[in-house]
């Protein structure tokens, strides 16, 4: 099991939290996904590695944007 957290920016509500949870959730290995709205945390857990550029992707199909660290 591996954890990685990003931070995403543009979420104001519940269902942008639902959106960015549902996209990042169906990626390959990913075991599960936490969002903390008021933050903009996501943590993401994976029986393997966390791809970053999968989670990059599925955070921009839901119409988000990981903040550059």
Do not use: F, I, N, R
Not at 16 to 37: F, I, N
């Amino acid at each position: 099991m591996s954890a990685s957290t990003y931070t995403v920016t543009g979420m104001t509500c519940g269902h942008c939290v639902g959106s960015v949870k549902e996209e990042v959730g169906q990626l390959p290995g990913v075991t599960g996904v936490e969002v903390d709205l008021a933050s903009g945390l996501v943590t993401v857990t994976a029986a393997g590695a966390v791809d970053d550029a999968a989670v990059a992707a599925a955070v921009e199909e839901a119409g988000y944007a990981l903040a550059p660290h």
